[in-house]
């Protein structure tokens, strides 16, 4: 057969009609399909391995039973089979062979597709397409591009550089009397299931049209074709039998009610034994303290910055105010400020924490929140360890001021548990002094008057008892 040139189609194009046909997904009765690999390892291998896979995949007598009763479907399968393969492999080691390979399997095609009766016409229409097919999926993929931009099948069997055109117009020109040109129909409607696109993948609206283009397609052949034939055998369910019920002697949920209850408490335990664990660990950390160095120059005191501000709350015992070189620290004692072992605010200190908000607007600089409890140990179900209380606490006073401090991204919270203690905690007033919450204003130091070693920590805090 002459490879050339040899479709003679005219001008234009097959126009699908606008979308509402049947669901392009299911499959015509009676309708040929061409067999799938389960894998594309074979293509990502070295080319010998590839070789290998393919070779045991050629057709063998009895193989048109895979396409139906379609022949040139049945002969086109390895063809129609090493196209999405093509497409999803993102590298091959040589794609020279590659295309040696798929060479000798058109020809085998060609072959195959003469053994069956097919008429050399339709050999070489649905070899055209095959090829387009073919070359497009390849040539998409990194490392084909190269390779198969000068030395595509096409170029080989037709000398044409692409058919992403003519492919529709062979198409169009075939849909004209689908009764005599099923077969080569099918075969295309194959190679655009396959991922086929042609010019539609470089128009607007390209997918969407190629998708109703497929659609009817498939309406065309289901017509063509017929109804869906009945089943084989009409008979092939056996004769129902009544089921004996069991009694069921506990419901389906009152066994999910039990389980869920059982890992709430399992759950629970673990959290419990995980916070008393911790406990332990997070004392000993918090113990090591770097030394401080003390300064011999005596500097006068610096300027206070919110204790005249907050006056009146310190004058009711509110809250006390620490200035210091490069801080200011108010300090609001945990007993008025929560209820026992509760992270909410009490409804009489939301004005003062307002004006703690508002005292911080008048000075620039990061503010930290941090939490404190004494040491005696909570064990509940929302806060399994000191920590996790002082830190809810932390974050409930964060909440509060951001809402009237003017850049709230100044703000951060953090959970101290019983770490750094004002009084030792050996009676019930120390331990109630050591539950508190500081909120501390960092601003740049006063030049010539040393400052604290003991800042508060840019890092968070250790976190007993699991991650917040």
Same mark, same amino acid.
């Given at each position: 057969?002459?490879?050339?040139?040899?479709?003679?189609?005219?001008?234009?194009?097959?126009?699908?009609?606008?979308?509402?046909?049947?669901?392009?997904?299911?499959?015509?009765?009676?309708?040929?399909?061409?067999?799938?690999?389960?894998?594309?390892?074979?293509?990502?291998?070295?080319?010998?391995?590839?070789?290998?896979?393919?070779?045991?995949?050629?057709?063998?007598?009895?193989? /048109?039973?895979?396409?139906?009763?379609?022949?040139?479907?049945?002969? @086109?399968?390895?063809?129609?089979?090493?196209?999405?393969?093509?497409?999803?492999?993102?590298?091959?080691?040589?794609?020279?062979?590659?295309?040696?390979?798929?060479?000798?399997?058109?020809?085998?095609? #060609?072959?195959?597709?003469?053994?069956?009766?097919?008429?050399?016409?339709?050999?070489?229409?649905?070899?055209?397409?095959?090829? +387009?097919?073919?070359?497009?999926?390849?040539?998409?993929?990194?490392?084909?591009?190269?390779?198969?931009?000068?030395?595509?099948?096409?170029?080989?069997?037709?000398?044409?550089?692409?058919?992403?055109?003519?492919?529709?117009?062979?198409?169009?020109?075939?849909?004209?009397?689908?009764?005599?040109?099923?077969?080569?129909?099918?075969?295309?409607?194959?190679?655009?299931?396959?991922?086929? #696109?042609?010019?539609?993948?470089?128009?607007?609206?390209?997918? +969407?049209?190629?998708? +109703?283009?497929?659609?009817?397609?498939?309406?065309?052949?289901?017509?063509?074709?017929?109804?869906?034939?009945?089943?084989?055998?009409?008979?092939?369910?056996?004769?129902?039998?009544? *089921?004996?019920?069991?009694?069921?002697?506990?419901?389906?949920?009152?066994?999910?009610?039990?389980?869920?209850?059982?890992?709430?408490?399992?759950?629970?335990?673990? /959290?419990?034994?995980?916070?008393?664990?911790?406990?332990?660990?997070?004392?000993?950390?918090?113990? *090591?303290?770097?030394?401080? +160095?003390?300064?011999?120059?005596?500097?006068? @005191?610096?300027?206070?910055?919110?204790?005249?501000?907050?006056?009146?709350?310190?004058?009711?015992?509110?809250?006390?105010?620490?200035?210091?070189?490069?801080?200011?620290?108010? *300090?609001?004692?945990?007993?008025?400020?929560?209820?026992?072992?509760?992270?909410?605010?009490?409804?009489?200190?939301?004005?003062?924490?307002?004006?703690?908000?508002?005292?911080?607007?008048?000075?620039?600089?990061?503010?930290?929140?941090?939490?404190?409890?004494?040491?005696?140990?909570?064990?509940?179900?929302?806060?399994?360890?000191?920590?996790?209380?002082?830190?809810?606490?932390?974050?409930?006073?964060?909440?509060?001021? @951001?809402?009237?401090?003017?850049?709230?991204?100044?703000?951060?919270?953090?959970?101290?548990?019983?770490?750094?203690?004002?009084?030792?905690?050996?009676?019930?007033?120390?331990?109630?002094?050591?539950?508190?919450? #500081?909120?501390?204003?960092?601003?740049?130091?006063?030049?010539?008057?040393?400052?604290?070693?003991?800042?508060?920590?840019?890092?968070?805090?250790?976190?007993?008892?699991?991650?917040?």
């Amino acid at each position: 057969m002459n490879g050339v040139n040899d479709l003679a189609v005219g001008p234009g194009g097959f126009v699908p009609p606008n979308p509402g046909g049947g669901n392009a997904s299911s499959d015509a009765g009676g309708m040929p399909s061409a067999s799938r690999s389960g894998g594309i390892g074979g293509l990502g291998a070295q080319p010998e391995s590839f070789t290998a896979w393919h070779d045991a995949r050629r057709p063998h007598a009895g193989d /048109t039973a895979l396409a139906g009763n379609n022949p040139l479907v049945a002969a @086109a399968n390895p063809l129609l089979d090493l196209i999405p393969q093509i497409r999803a492999t993102g590298h091959h080691a040589a794609p020279s062979q590659l295309r040696e390979h798929l060479v000798d399997e058109v020809r085998r095609f #060609e072959t195959r597709a003469q053994q069956a009766g097919i008429s050399p016409e339709v050999i070489i229409g649905a070899r055209y397409c095959l090829c +387009t097919a073919v070359d497009e999926a390849a040539a998409l993929t990194p490392w084909g591009g190269s390779i198969w931009s000068s030395q595509s099948l096409l170029v080989m069997f037709h000398n044409e550089t692409w058919g992403g055109e003519k492919f529709f117009q062979l198409l169009s020109r075939l849909v004209q009397n689908p009764q005599q040109h099923l077969h080569l129909i099918e075969l295309i409607y194959f190679c655009l299931a396959m991922g086929f #696109e042609g010019r539609f993948r470089v128009i607007d609206n390209g997918r +969407t049209q190629l998708e +109703t283009l497929k659609q009817r397609l498939l309406q065309i052949i289901r017509q063509t074709r017929g109804e869906i034939a009945v089943p084989l055998s009409p008979h092939w369910q056996d004769a129902s039998a009544p *089921v004996r019920r069991t009694r069921n002697w506990l419901p389906v949920w009152a066994v999910g009610a039990v389980a869920a209850v059982l890992l709430v408490l399992v759950f629970a335990l673990l /959290t419990f034994n995980l916070a008393g664990h911790s406990d332990g660990a997070f004392a000993a950390v918090n113990a *090591v303290r770097l030394p401080q +160095t003390e300064r011999a120059v005596v500097m006068p @005191a610096p300027t206070p910055r919110l204790q005249r501000f907050l006056e009146p709350e310190i004058r009711d015992g509110l809250l006390t105010v620490r200035d210091e070189a490069d801080r200011s620290v108010v *300090v609001l004692r945990g007993d008025g400020l929560f209820a026992s072992g509760s992270d909410r605010v009490l409804d009489r200190y939301v004005p003062v924490l307002s004006r703690v908000a508002d005292a911080l607007n008048a000075v620039e600089g990061n503010v930290l929140v941090s939490g404190f409890s004494d040491d005696q140990p909570i064990r509940s179900v929302r806060f399994p360890s000191n920590w996790q209380l002082s830190q809810a606490r932390a974050d409930a006073v964060q909440k509060m001021i @951001a809402t009237r401090l003017a850049r709230p991204q100044r703000l951060r919270a953090e959970g101290r548990g019983d770490a750094d203690p004002i009084v030792p905690n050996d009676s019930a007033a120390n331990r109630a002094r050591n539950r508190r919450v #500081e909120v501390t204003l960092l601003v740049a130091p006063v030049a010539g008057v040393p400052v604290t070693s003991a800042s508060p920590s840019v890092a968070p805090a250790p976190q007993p008892g699991g991650t917040r």
